[in-house]
């Protein structure tokens, strides 16, 4: 057996060897503060415009799938259909919520819920299959995931205010840790 010293790379030493200066990171981090403020002093107008670029995002995700439906892909005609359907539900979503933003908000907490109930219960469809600890992981996170997706449906309001002020408070912290990190690149540089 041989005594191999493992050295880990000094993590300034790897950032400076990245394509793009100090002032990139600062530009970014100062951003990611903005944007964190604006959501932490006006979280209602941030749900707002979220839930109007969610409406936008539905809106052409719908109509993609409607077109997509249409397209010759070698699919067969019960998929064609089904992706037909999948549009224009998602379509009418998306009307929904750039008609009535505070319909929408139920629209996007509905969203937030059915993704995490699906990846919980997809996490717990490959526990069944894994073994060892990775089974319990998948089981923990599957449950943790459909739990959460639960909370969604029971208290929307809650749940996309608690969201919201997630999304500002990392915001945040994500930027000054950027705006550390430049202003320490620029001094040692």
Known sequence: MTDVEQTWPDPIVEVRRQPFPWWTLLITGLLAIALG???LI???ISLR????LTGIWLFFGGLAQIIGAF???GAGVARSLLSGIVGVIVLIGGLVCLRNLVTGLAVLAVIFATTWILSGL???LGAATAHG???AALIIVGALSMIIGIVFVLTPSLSLGTLVLL????SLLTGLAEVGLALYLRRSS
């Open 37 to 39: 403020l604006t959501v």
């Open 42 to 44: 006006w979280p209602d």
């Open 49 to 52: 415009i979220m839930v109007a």
């Open 71 to 73: 397209l010759p892909t």
């Open 122 to 124: 997809a996490l717990l």
């Open 133 to 135: 600890p990775i089974r």
């Open 167 to 170: 999304t500002g408070a990392g």
